[in-house]
């Protein structure tokens, strides 16, 4: 999935990074939805797209007069991603320790 381009949504730069950073939030949001039901590959993807959305925001090092305050939002962003990857990273532990546990329990 391709993310648009500012020009294709008639949008200025500095608008348009800034709903990227906006978008990170709406995608932790769905991530841990999908985790909530059991859609871990779904919620991989999701982190993904944060990701990418991080490696551009951290790459646009203007002063915040031309940016919006982009750089705090660039922040929030980076706090957002790594705590879902956290929260991913803890989720598929736990259900591999849930498999685990299952195998045990069919062999005993």
Do not use: F, W
């Amino acid at each position: 999935d391709e993310l648009p381009y500012p020009e294709e949504l008639g949008l200025e730069y500095s608008t348009y990074l800034q709903g990227l950073a906006e978008a990170a939030g709406e995608l932790r949001r769905r991530c841990l939805d999908s985790l909530r039901h059991g859609h871990s590959q779904e919620a991989e993807r999701l982190l993904s797209h944060m990701d990418d959305i991080y490696a551009i925001l951290i790459t646009m090092d203007y002063p915040n007069a031309i940016t919006g305050g982009l750089r705090r939002l660039t922040d929030i962003v980076r706090s957002v991603t790594e705590r879902t990857r956290g929260d991913l990273t803890i989720s598929l532990r736990q259900e591999q320790l849930e498999q685990s546990l299952k195998r045990l329990e069919e062999r005993l």
